[in-house]
């Protein structure tokens, strides 16, 4: 951080991973990052906001043996997909002593 006067010049540069998928010989890993300067007041806040993460997956309930077979198997099982966003905000509030 630089103060310039009686205000403060941040760069921030935040960044988000989190795992993709997984095999025996490696993991995958989703990375995203953003960079950027903001000039704040004393005390002043900032939020970052737009940095997203996105899921999708299937999901699939069964009662044992009886949801593997294949005429009666939709009385035995449940199938879903789950979809889920979420967002990272981060507040920032320098303050100068």
Do not use: C, Y
């Not at 990052?33 to 899921?55: F, N, P, Y």
């Not at 043996?65 to 879903?80: T, Y």
């Amino acid at each position: 951080p630089q103060i310039i006067g009686d205000e403060i010049l941040l760069s921030i540069a935040p960044e988000m991973s989190h795992f993709v998928s997984e095999s025996k010989s490696n993991l995958v890993v989703k990375q995203s990052s953003v960079s950027t300067t903001v000039r704040l007041q004393d005390g002043q806040t900032a939020v970052l906001a737009g940095m997203t993460l996105q899921e999708e997956g299937d999901q699939s309930k069964k009662v044992p043996i009886l949801g593997d077979i294949p005429i009666i198997r939709w009385l035995f099982r449940s199938d879903s997909t789950r979809a889920s966003e979420k967002e990272l905000l981060i507040f920032v509030t320098p303050v100068i002593k």
